[in-house]
């Protein structure tokens, strides 16, 4: 997996390509315009590398904003956003995702992917026959500290009705992903 997993796999396209979610505004901190934010990047201080950002309101629409100062303490991760320098101005803000363009997103190596580029990928499993039976398309992925998991809804063209959570174990479940066809192979017993 990557070193900067998205959360939630929303792809939004704008005039300036797809936009990758990447955290969270939850509140205003203090009265000088800083808000507090929540990164799904890891580790989460990354999100702070990426500037600028785009802001989705609740109603969709979508703003370009400038970082203009980041904080860090523990857990508590703060930002001062471009002409953003009092309260109610930062309170704007809130509940907005963080949004970035696809293309800021860093490369990466053989067998790493991003978690948005997994979403909607045909899951197959292939069989000691080395038939493969469709057992529905990856919906999200979760991180669970043990490792991450991939969360599998049924399609019309899968074999039963069942979601299922299968690890995210490279050689040991997943044989093999094809971004081009939009498949991952896994090793499964479909029963489970």
Not at 28 to 42: A, C, E, N, P, R
Not at 54 to 60: G, K, M, P, T, V
Not at 101 to 119: A, F, I, N, R, T
Request: hydrophobic letters at 35%.
């Amino acid at each position: 997996m990557s070193s900067l997993p998205e959360k939630n796999f929303n792809l939004h396209t704008s005039l300036s390509g797809k936009k990758i979610l990447l955290g969270k505004i939850t509140t205003v901190h203090g009265l000088q315009g800083w808000v507090k934010i929540y990164s799904w990047t890891q580790p989460k201080t990354n999100i702070f590398g990426y500037n600028p950002w785009w802001l989705r309101s609740a109603d969709q629409q979508l703003k370009q904003v400038a970082v203009e100062q980041t904080r860090s303490s523990g857990q508590k991760l703060l930002v001062r956003l471009k002409g953003c320098h009092d309260r109610d101005h930062a309170r704007l803000y809130v509940n907005s995702d963080i949004l970035i363009d696809e293309d800021m997103l860093p490369s990466l190596g053989e067998k790493e992917y991003y978690w948005h580029q997994l979403e909607g990928l045909n899951v197959f499993i292939e069989m000691d026959n080395k038939e493969t039976i469709n057992i529905g398309q990856i919906h999200h992925l979760l991180d669970t500290g043990a490792n991450d998991v991939i969360i599998v809804r049924p399609t019309p063209q899968s074999i039963d009705e069942r979601e299922r959570w299968i690890p995210w174990l490279e050689d040991q479940v997943i044989l093999n992903v094809d971004l081009s066809k939009g498949e991952v192979q896994i090793k499964w017993d479909p029963d489970f």
